[in-house]
């Protein structure tokens, strides 16, 4: 992805939008929903957007203060997609203020958060400096006991990780309830796929306001936001409102490497163990204690999932994990995510089957060459998409070129230009990281499946 120098566009944007600001939040409860809508202002444009949550007979009785606070952080992570636009200096928060250790946490969350957006629009800036808060109001907030609960929420993006989260966690004793945040097809197909009716699940919508895209259209800064931190927020909110103990993600270990060697440059930084690490310790502090938030699959890198989700047959063709083809809902076979799924599979699934998954032979077009020198380590940075490390993607090939793979022109290419193709090992899909918040009822069962 090539890097535009907009350095000078950064500076002039952040002159004619000195101030960005959080003016509100509002919300409603009509039937069974709770309607959310949220004001931003750049000074110039005023933005709207909006979320809805599922509500039941059940949650119609949380703590007004604790509702309000979910509601005002899931604002303040939104905020982040709109005040990027110009990236004014000053944000001012009306709503609430916060302490110094909070402001220093949003301050990291903005620039690391952002790093990717930064780095590809040629964007040179301390994170001190970055952004500051500017507060209208004294009111203050702290965690919240919330009501007594149990069972399993789990979100669902539609792709291979969830869904071997979902298969594995239905041997604990917890109730499971699927989550989706603007759900894909493919998201209520491994819904499906699991076993589950999708009246059990939650489908949580939000709305863009649509003064962003104009935005967009006229050469405002554009780019990557850190949307899991978004999802960590709305996800919280969902848990408490439905009494869930335990919010399980399906982020893996190897989110935690950077997507720009020798850089803190991560495209998946809010999926990395260092923000899931930052959110637990925030959320426990001023918002609930309550809820355990946790990515169950932090243990495994991406080639013990892979290994795991090749035995899931039910879920093989329904997934989907391409960005550029989740509109149609298609594998588009032309993007480095695609490719990466393909190659990370290949050791466990036969050349014909992934053939028939994916629309054609990804292994054999040279038309992938770029994409795949930058998953191998062959280019200088790793695609900006969700991708696993560069030695899972080195061993999956020889891994796969040993058991066959040998006419794939991609594999050739690598075993002919990479000096230590030839004596890369395997296997270590069956080491566990012990960087992980997994409770032991629920580690047990990757034990187990591992074993």
Not at 325 to 352: A, H, M, N, T
């Amino acid at each position: 992805m090539p890097i535009r120098n907009r350095q000078v566009d950064f500076l002039k944007f952040r002159k004619l939008h000195p101030e960005f600001s959080y003016l509100s939040f509002h919300r409603e409860i009509e039937k069974d929903t709770l309607y959310i809508r949220y004001h931003f202002s750049d000074g110039k444009i005023d933005f709207y957007p909006e979320y809805h949550i599922p509500l039941s007979c059940d949650n119609m009785n949380i703590d007004s203060r604790l509702l309000d606070n979910l509601l005002f952080h899931i604002g303040l992570c939104e905020l982040i997609s709109y005040w990027k636009s110009s990236c004014a200096p000053l944000v001012k928060i009306y709503p609430y203020r916060l302490s110094k250790e909070a402001e220093q946490w949003w301050k990291k969350l903005f620039y690391n958060g952002l790093g990717e957006f930064r780095y590809l629009n040629g964007i040179e800036h301390t994170e001190e400096d970055f952004v500051r808060f500017e507060y209208l109001s004294d009111r203050s907030f702290s965690a919240i006991e919330s009501a007594e609960n149990s069972g399993i929420l789990i979100p669902v993006g539609g792709g291979k990780d969830s869904a071997v989260t979902l298969e594995l966690l239905k041997q604990s004793t917890e109730k499971i309830t699927p989550f989706t945040l603007n759900g894909i097809p493919a998201s209520f197909r491994t819904i499906e796929a699991a076993g589950f009716d999708l009246t059990q699940s939650i489908s949580v919508k939000r709305k863009l306001d649509p003064a962003l895209l104009k935005l967009n259209d006229q050469g405002y800064l554009n780019g990557h936001t850190p949307f899991s931190a978004l999802l960590a927020f709305v996800s919280l909110t969902t848990a408490v409102l439905h009494q869930k103990k335990f919010i399980a993600l399906s982020n893996e270990s190897s989110a935690n490497e950077s997507t720009v060697p020798n850089t803190n440059i991560n495209h998946q930084y809010s999926k990395s163990f260092e923000f899931e690490e930052d959110f637990r310790a925030y959320y426990k502090r001023y918002i609930t204690f309550s809820v355990d938030y946790f990515s169950f699959l932090r243990p495994l890198t991406e080639s013990g999932i892979a290994c795991i989700f090749s035995s899931l047959e039910q879920h093989h063709r329904t997934f989907r994990s391409c960005n550029c083809g989740s509109k149609q809902d298609i594998w588009c076979g032309r993007c480095p995510k695609c490719l990466f799924v393909w190659i990370i599979l290949s050791p466990y699934l036969s050349e014909e089957y992934l053939t028939d998954i994916f629309g054609k032979n990804l292994g054999n077009d040279m038309v992938l060459l770029e994409d795949f020198k930058k998953l191998s380590g062959l280019s200088t940075e790793k695609p900006f998409e969700c991708v696993g490390t560069i030695d899972e993607v080195r061993q999956s090939v020889v891994e796969a070129y040993k058991k066959g793979r040998q006419n794939n022109r991609l594999y050739q290419y690598f075993m002919e230009n990479h000096s230590g193709a030839n004596s890369q090992g395997f296997g270590f899909h069956h080491i566990l990281s012990n960087r992980h918040f997994v409770p032991e009822q629920f580690l047990v069962i990757l034990k187990n499946i591992l074993s």
